[in-house]
């Protein structure tokens, strides 16, 4: 059962618009939740994250949005640059029994043309 | 300050063979943590480990896959009599003790195993 959904496998974008990337999740005992950056043959690379208890956090060109009513969170990248070209993943950190464990959604592909 | 270690980046084994995966965790981080990554799929979570502790390992397989985090060194991912099913990426993160700094982990590059 996949617990954090990334539905969207792929999104082209125009350079200079806003990507918006969505994932949802189905355990409710999430607590925390995080987007990682992952290009080809490198491992993921941190990019932002939030607590369950907020529903923004923004970071430069990034921001994370949360709507724990919807179990949806989605991460807007403005403007979009080209080396923003990636796989993005949602992951998902549980709060109890799972410890420290991350779920991961299968990732989308964001592709920013020129 | 170097990030997370891993070696090899590829691993050719045959069938049958032994794999060991290391990873040397950032400076000042004391848990570890091994995911495996299917072609066409999301990481999935196998062990997490404090210094000489296994603290869960839900998500290893049951028969031949074992994890260890020593006193001193890395830490060590075993494959014993791979398969080809095990031909996957194999990424290791790290995070700091305690919790007060959030819960991100910081991923190394990945060690690509080929079972041939």
């Known amino acids: 059962d996949q617990q954090v959904k990334q539905n969207s496998p792929s999104l082209s974008v125009q350079e200079g618009r806003i990507s918006i990337l969505n994932c949802d999740y189905t355990?409710?005992?999430?607590?925390?939740f995080l987007w990682y950056k992952k290009y080809p043959a490198e491992g993921p690379t941190f990019l932002i994250s939030?607590?369950?208890?907020?529903d923004k956090n923004e970071d430069g060109r990034f921001t994370v949005f949360l709507n724990k009513s919807a179990k949806h969170l989605s991460l807007h990248i403005v403007p979009s640059q080209p080396g923003d070209s990636a796989v993005y993943f949602c992951?998902?950190?549980?709060?109890?029994?799972?410890?420290?464990?991350?779920?991961f959604g299968t990732g989308t592909q964001l592709k920013v043309e020129l | 300050n170097a990030g997370v270690m891993q070696n090899p980046r590829h691993l050719v084994r045959r069938r049958g063979q032994e794999a060991r995966l290391r990873c040397s965790p950032m400076k000042g981080h004391s848990h570890v943590y091994w995911y495996r990554q299917l072609p066409e799929e999301g990481l999935k979570f196998m062990v997490y480990l404090q210094k000489e502790n296994i603290i869960d390992e839900s998500g290893m397989p049951k028969e031949r896959f074992s994890a260890e985090f020593p006193k001193e060194g890395p830490s060590i991912l075993r494959i014993q009599q791979v398969v080809r099913g095990d031909s996957a990426a194999y990424f290791c993160a790290s995070s700091p003790p305690g919790t007060s700094g959030g819960y991100e982990q910081y991923f190394g590059p990945g060690t690509r195993l080929t079972v041939t």
């Open positions: 939030i607590s369950s208890i907020k």
């Open positions: 992951a998902a950190r549980g709060s109890t029994g799972g410890g420290n464990k991350l779920t």
């Open positions: 355990n409710s005992m999430f607590d925390y």
